[in-house]
Protein backbone atom coordinates (compact mmCIF):
# COMPACT_ATOMS: atom_id res chain seq x y z
CA UNK A 1 0.00 0.00 0.00
CA UNK A 2 1.19 3.53 -0.51
CA UNK A 3 3.10 4.55 2.22
CA UNK A 4 2.59 8.34 1.77
CA UNK A 5 -0.92 7.39 2.12
CA UNK A 6 -0.89 5.40 4.98
CA UNK A 7 0.78 8.20 6.83
CA UNK A 8 -1.82 10.55 5.82
CA UNK A 9 -4.51 8.38 6.78
CA UNK A 10 -3.09 8.30 10.41
CA UNK A 11 -2.57 11.64 10.34
CA UNK A 12 -5.71 12.57 9.68
CA UNK A 13 -7.41 9.89 12.33
CA UNK A 14 -4.76 10.72 15.27
CA UNK A 15 -3.79 14.64 14.80
CA UNK A 16 -4.98 16.68 11.69
CA UNK A 17 -4.49 16.45 7.48
CA UNK A 18 -5.64 18.90 4.85
CA UNK A 19 -6.77 19.26 1.50
CA UNK A 20 -6.71 22.10 -1.31
CA UNK A 21 -10.12 22.00 -1.89
CA UNK A 22 -10.24 24.80 -4.44
CA UNK A 23 -11.54 23.19 -7.25
CA UNK A 24 -14.96 22.65 -5.25
CA UNK A 25 -16.99 25.48 -6.89
CA UNK A 26 -17.75 28.84 -4.95
CA UNK A 27 -20.45 31.31 -5.47
CA UNK A 28 -22.16 34.20 -3.85
CA UNK A 29 -26.18 34.94 -4.30
CA UNK A 30 -27.18 38.43 -3.90
CA UNK A 31 -30.39 40.52 -4.44
CA UNK A 32 -33.21 41.02 -1.68
CA UNK A 33 -34.59 37.68 -2.83
CA UNK A 34 -31.81 35.51 -2.68
CA UNK A 35 -32.94 33.33 0.08
CA UNK A 36 -36.94 32.56 -1.12
CA UNK A 37 -35.29 31.86 -4.45
CA UNK A 38 -32.94 28.97 -3.20
CA UNK A 39 -36.02 28.17 -1.18
CA UNK A 40 -38.05 27.32 -4.03
CA UNK A 41 -35.34 25.81 -5.93
CA UNK A 42 -33.84 23.29 -3.30
CA UNK A 43 -35.03 20.53 -1.17
CA UNK A 44 -33.96 21.52 2.24
CA UNK A 45 -35.64 24.23 4.99
CA UNK A 46 -33.46 27.39 4.63
CA UNK A 47 -35.80 30.14 6.25
CA UNK A 48 -34.80 31.41 9.45
CA UNK A 49 -31.72 30.95 8.89
CA UNK A 50 -29.14 34.12 10.18
CA UNK A 51 -26.07 34.96 9.47
CA UNK A 52 -23.04 32.67 10.45
CA UNK A 53 -25.10 29.65 10.19
CA UNK A 54 -25.33 27.25 7.26
CA UNK A 55 -27.39 24.15 5.86
CA UNK A 56 -26.52 21.41 3.20
CA UNK A 57 -29.39 21.15 0.50
CA UNK A 58 -29.90 19.67 -2.93
CA UNK A 59 -30.61 21.23 -5.99
CA UNK A 60 -33.26 18.34 -7.88
CA UNK A 61 -35.01 18.35 -11.03
CA UNK A 62 -38.68 18.18 -11.59
CA UNK A 63 -38.62 14.42 -11.38
CA UNK A 64 -36.52 14.63 -8.30
CA UNK A 65 -33.11 14.05 -9.27
CA UNK A 66 -30.08 15.19 -8.10
CA UNK A 67 -28.10 18.22 -10.01
CA UNK A 68 -25.94 19.01 -7.01
CA UNK A 69 -25.57 18.95 -3.34
CA UNK A 70 -24.41 22.39 -1.72
CA UNK A 71 -23.71 23.88 0.89
CA UNK A 72 -25.16 27.28 1.72
CA UNK A 73 -23.49 29.62 4.30
CA UNK A 74 -25.73 32.38 5.14
CA UNK A 75 -23.40 36.21 5.55
CA UNK A 76 -25.59 39.56 6.31
CA UNK A 77 -26.28 40.66 2.43
CA UNK A 78 -25.57 37.23 0.78
CA UNK A 79 -25.56 33.80 0.25
CA UNK A 80 -22.05 31.94 -0.29
CA UNK A 81 -22.22 28.49 -1.52
CA UNK A 82 -19.57 25.91 -2.38
CA UNK A 83 -21.00 23.62 -4.69
CA UNK A 84 -19.01 19.95 -5.55
CA UNK A 85 -15.89 20.05 -7.47
CA UNK A 86 -16.29 20.92 -11.06
CA UNK A 87 -19.79 21.43 -10.81
CA UNK A 88 -19.74 25.78 -10.28
CA UNK A 89 -20.57 26.32 -14.12
CA UNK A 90 -23.48 23.72 -14.10
CA UNK A 91 -25.04 24.70 -10.87
CA UNK A 92 -24.51 28.87 -11.78
CA UNK A 93 -26.56 28.05 -14.96
CA UNK A 94 -29.43 25.99 -13.71
CA UNK A 95 -29.72 28.61 -10.88
CA UNK A 96 -29.87 31.40 -13.65
CA UNK A 97 -32.21 29.28 -15.84
CA UNK A 98 -34.70 29.28 -12.89
CA UNK A 99 -34.82 33.40 -11.70
CA UNK A 100 -38.23 35.03 -12.94
CA UNK A 101 -37.95 38.31 -14.36
CA UNK A 102 -39.57 39.99 -11.10
CA UNK A 103 -36.83 38.28 -8.71
CA UNK A 104 -33.76 40.35 -7.48
CA UNK A 105 -31.53 38.00 -7.18
CA UNK A 106 -27.64 37.69 -9.04
CA UNK A 107 -25.56 34.75 -9.03
CA UNK A 108 -21.81 35.51 -9.34
CA UNK A 109 -18.86 32.63 -9.40
CA UNK A 110 -16.11 34.04 -7.83
CA UNK A 111 -14.06 30.53 -7.83
CA UNK A 112 -11.64 31.91 -9.42
CA UNK A 113 -10.89 33.95 -7.52
CA UNK A 114 -11.25 32.49 -3.47
CA UNK A 115 -10.10 29.17 -2.64
CA UNK A 116 -11.34 26.12 -0.06
CA UNK A 117 -8.85 24.39 2.78
CA UNK A 118 -10.63 21.41 4.04
CA UNK A 119 -9.10 20.42 7.37
CA UNK A 120 -9.67 16.87 9.28
CA UNK A 121 -8.44 15.18 12.17
CA UNK A 122 -8.93 15.21 16.40
CA UNK A 123 -6.12 18.41 16.26
CA UNK A 124 -7.83 20.20 13.42
CA UNK A 125 -10.34 22.47 15.35
CA UNK A 126 -7.15 23.27 17.74
CA UNK A 127 -4.42 24.62 14.63
CA UNK A 128 -7.12 26.05 12.89
CA UNK A 129 -7.89 28.35 15.89
CA UNK A 130 -4.88 28.85 17.03
CA UNK A 131 -3.58 30.28 13.26
CA UNK A 132 -6.92 32.24 13.41
CA UNK A 133 -6.13 34.42 16.35
CA UNK A 134 -8.17 32.01 18.62
CA UNK A 135 -10.90 32.24 16.45
CA UNK A 136 -14.11 30.28 18.10
CA UNK A 137 -14.70 27.75 15.85
CA UNK A 138 -18.36 26.42 15.18
CA UNK A 139 -19.92 23.77 17.01
CA UNK A 140 -23.00 22.99 14.54
CA UNK A 141 -23.00 21.44 10.99
CA UNK A 142 -22.00 24.06 8.46
CA UNK A 143 -22.20 27.05 10.53
CA UNK A 144 -19.08 29.35 10.28
CA UNK A 145 -17.52 31.79 11.46
CA UNK A 146 -15.01 35.11 10.60
CA UNK A 147 -12.13 35.38 11.46
CA UNK A 148 -8.49 37.96 10.08
CA UNK A 149 -5.60 35.94 8.70
CA UNK A 150 -2.66 36.98 6.19
CA UNK A 151 -4.49 40.51 6.02
CA UNK A 152 -7.84 39.07 4.80
CA UNK A 153 -10.86 37.82 5.76
CA UNK A 154 -11.58 33.70 6.23
CA UNK A 155 -14.51 32.12 7.13
CA UNK A 156 -14.09 28.71 8.87
CA UNK A 157 -17.27 26.35 9.03
CA UNK A 158 -17.76 23.46 10.73
CA UNK A 159 -17.74 20.84 8.13
CA UNK A 160 -19.08 17.63 6.67
CA UNK A 161 -17.13 14.49 8.81
CA UNK A 162 -14.46 12.44 7.68
CA UNK A 163 -14.25 10.15 10.86
CA UNK A 164 -13.02 12.63 12.75
CA UNK A 165 -13.85 16.27 13.58
CA UNK A 166 -13.49 18.55 9.88
CA UNK A 167 -13.59 22.13 8.81
CA UNK A 168 -14.27 23.84 5.52
CA UNK A 169 -12.11 27.42 5.44
CA UNK A 170 -12.30 29.85 2.37
CA UNK A 171 -11.49 32.87 1.29
CA UNK A 172 -8.99 34.71 -0.95
CA UNK A 173 -6.43 32.66 -2.44
CA UNK A 174 -3.13 33.62 -1.31
CA UNK A 175 -4.26 34.05 2.05
CA UNK A 176 -5.66 30.23 1.72
CA UNK A 177 -2.33 29.17 0.47
CA UNK A 178 -0.38 31.12 3.31
CA UNK A 179 -2.62 29.07 6.10
CA UNK A 180 -2.11 25.98 4.13
CA UNK A 181 1.93 26.61 4.66
CA UNK A 182 1.28 27.25 8.33
CA UNK A 183 -1.02 24.40 9.18
CA UNK A 184 1.89 22.46 7.14
CA UNK A 185 4.76 23.94 9.23
CA UNK A 186 2.93 23.33 12.05
CA UNK A 187 2.64 19.34 11.73
CA UNK A 188 -0.58 18.99 9.62
CA UNK A 189 -0.18 16.63 6.86
CA UNK A 190 -0.63 17.68 3.30
CA UNK A 191 -3.46 15.00 1.48
CA UNK A 192 -4.25 14.86 -1.99
CA UNK A 193 -7.52 13.22 -3.83
CA UNK A 194 -6.66 9.53 -3.39
CA UNK A 195 -7.34 10.04 1.11
CA UNK A 196 -10.02 12.46 0.40
CA UNK A 197 -11.52 9.77 -1.48
CA UNK A 198 -11.08 6.89 1.38
CA UNK A 199 -12.50 9.36 4.12
CA UNK A 200 -15.36 10.37 2.51
CA UNK A 201 -16.27 6.56 1.69
CA UNK A 202 -15.29 5.21 4.87
CA UNK A 203 -17.66 8.61 6.12
CA UNK A 204 -20.88 7.18 3.29
CA UNK A 205 -20.36 10.59 1.51
CA UNK A 206 -21.76 10.50 -1.99
CA UNK A 207 -19.82 12.42 -4.86
CA UNK A 208 -20.69 14.62 -7.54
CA UNK A 209 -20.40 12.49 -10.73
CA UNK A 210 -20.28 8.72 -8.63
CA UNK A 211 -23.35 9.36 -6.14
CA UNK A 212 -24.41 12.84 -7.06
CA UNK A 213 -26.00 13.16 -10.28
CA UNK A 214 -29.41 13.33 -12.64
CA UNK A 215 -29.32 9.06 -12.32
CA UNK A 216 -30.42 9.75 -8.27
CA UNK A 217 -32.51 11.39 -5.82
CA UNK A 218 -31.63 12.41 -3.00
CA UNK A 219 -33.03 9.54 -0.62
CA UNK A 220 -31.34 6.40 -2.92
CA UNK A 221 -28.01 8.54 -1.82
CA UNK A 222 -28.69 9.01 2.16
CA UNK A 223 -29.00 12.35 1.88
CA UNK A 224 -31.84 12.23 4.18
CA UNK A 225 -30.63 15.44 6.40
CA UNK A 226 -30.90 17.29 3.32
CA UNK A 227 -34.56 16.94 2.49
CA UNK A 228 -36.87 19.25 4.33
CA UNK A 229 -40.65 17.09 4.48
CA UNK A 230 -42.39 19.92 6.19
CA UNK A 231 -41.42 23.13 3.91
CA UNK A 232 -43.07 24.79 0.95
CA UNK A 233 -42.88 23.44 -2.17
CA UNK A 234 -39.61 23.22 -4.58
CA UNK A 235 -38.56 21.61 -7.69
CA UNK A 236 -38.88 18.22 -7.56
CA UNK A 237 -40.77 17.73 -4.42
CA UNK A 238 -43.48 15.62 -5.24
CA UNK A 239 -41.42 13.14 -6.65
CA UNK A 240 -39.26 12.98 -3.48
CA UNK A 241 -42.32 13.52 -1.05
CA UNK A 242 -44.25 10.69 -2.69
CA UNK A 243 -41.19 8.11 -2.56
CA UNK A 244 -40.69 9.04 1.70
CA UNK A 245 -44.78 8.90 2.23
CA UNK A 246 -44.59 5.22 0.28
CA UNK A 247 -41.11 3.93 2.12
CA UNK A 248 -40.55 2.94 -1.34
CA UNK A 249 -36.82 3.48 -2.46
CA UNK A 250 -35.90 1.53 -5.73
CA UNK A 251 -32.31 1.15 -4.88
CA UNK A 252 -30.03 2.91 -1.46
CA UNK A 253 -26.18 3.76 -1.10
CA UNK A 254 -24.81 1.23 1.07
CA UNK A 255 -21.14 -0.47 1.89
CA UNK A 256 -19.19 -3.31 0.82
CA UNK A 257 -16.38 -5.05 2.44
CA UNK A 258 -14.03 -6.53 -0.57
CA UNK A 259 -12.15 -9.30 -0.38
CA UNK A 260 -9.92 -7.96 -3.47
CA UNK A 261 -9.74 -4.59 -4.97
CA UNK A 262 -11.45 -3.61 -7.89
CA UNK A 263 -11.63 -1.41 -9.85
CA UNK A 264 -13.99 1.06 -11.85
CA UNK A 265 -13.80 1.25 -16.01
CA UNK A 266 -16.39 2.91 -18.71
CA UNK A 267 -18.40 0.40 -17.89
CA UNK A 268 -20.75 -0.45 -14.52
CA UNK A 269 -19.37 -3.00 -12.43
CA UNK A 270 -22.51 -4.90 -11.45
CA UNK A 271 -23.35 -6.56 -8.02
CA UNK A 272 -25.72 -9.53 -7.82
CA UNK A 273 -26.84 -11.28 -4.62
CA UNK A 274 -27.84 -14.74 -4.88
CA UNK A 275 -27.09 -15.00 -8.83
CA UNK A 276 -29.64 -11.89 -9.07
CA UNK A 277 -28.72 -8.34 -10.27
CA UNK A 278 -28.67 -6.56 -7.38
CA UNK A 279 -27.45 -2.63 -8.02
CA UNK A 280 -24.06 -1.46 -9.16
CA UNK A 281 -20.82 -0.17 -7.52
CA UNK A 282 -20.36 3.69 -7.50
CA UNK A 283 -16.97 4.56 -5.27
CA UNK A 284 -13.98 1.85 -4.60
CA UNK A 285 -10.93 2.57 -2.46
CA UNK A 286 -8.77 0.80 -0.47
CA UNK A 287 -8.68 1.79 3.36
CA UNK A 288 -5.50 1.15 5.53
CA UNK A 289 -7.48 0.22 8.03
CA UNK A 290 -10.52 -1.51 6.28
CA UNK A 291 -8.90 -2.90 3.42
CA UNK A 292 -10.89 -2.73 0.22
CA UNK A 293 -13.96 -0.53 0.30
CA UNK A 294 -16.52 0.26 -2.36
CA UNK A 295 -19.89 2.34 -2.06
CA UNK A 296 -22.50 0.55 -4.22
CA UNK A 297 -26.55 1.51 -5.01
CA UNK A 298 -28.61 -2.01 -4.00
CA UNK A 299 -32.06 -3.03 -3.97
CA UNK A 300 -34.03 -2.63 -0.88
CA UNK A 301 -33.84 -6.29 0.04
CA UNK A 302 -29.95 -6.87 -0.40
CA UNK A 303 -28.70 -3.77 1.64
CA UNK A 304 -29.27 -5.50 5.27
CA UNK A 305 -25.95 -5.52 6.47
CA UNK A 306 -24.19 -8.67 6.50
CA UNK A 307 -25.48 -9.98 3.15
CA UNK A 308 -23.18 -11.92 0.74
CA UNK A 309 -22.91 -10.81 -2.71
CA UNK A 310 -20.62 -11.05 -5.94
CA UNK A 311 -19.34 -8.04 -7.10
CA UNK A 312 -19.05 -8.78 -11.13
CA UNK A 313 -15.54 -6.30 -11.73
CA UNK A 314 -13.14 -7.19 -15.33
CA UNK A 315 -10.64 -8.45 -13.56
CA UNK A 316 -13.51 -11.20 -12.28
CA UNK A 317 -15.88 -11.76 -10.11
CA UNK A 318 -14.97 -10.69 -6.02
CA UNK A 319 -16.75 -11.50 -3.19
CA UNK A 320 -17.99 -8.75 -0.74
CA UNK A 321 -20.14 -8.24 2.17
CA UNK A 322 -22.75 -5.41 2.75
CA UNK A 323 -22.01 -3.25 5.37
CA UNK A 324 -24.06 -0.42 7.20
CA UNK A 325 -23.01 3.52 6.38
CA UNK A 326 -20.39 4.88 7.85
CA UNK A 327 -18.41 2.03 7.59
Not at 132 to 161: C, F, I, K, Q, S
Not at 162 to 178: E, H, I, K, M
Amino acid sequence: MNSTLTGAYGAAHDDSAFFDHSDWGRLVITGRDRLDFLQRMSTNNLNGLARGQGRATVLTTPIGRMVDRLVVHVDEDALRIVTSPGAATVVRNWLGRHIFFMDQVQVQDVSAETGLLRVVGPAAGARLAELLGGAALPEVLHHWAGAEHAGATLAAARADRLGADTFAVWGPRAALAQLGAELEAGGAVRAGDDLYDVLRIEAGQPRYGREIGEEYIPLEANLWADVSFNKGCYTGQEIIARMESRGKQARALAGLRLEAPVELGREPVQVEHDGTAAGRVSSVAVSPALGPIALAFLKPASTAPGTPVDVRAAAGPVRATVTALPF
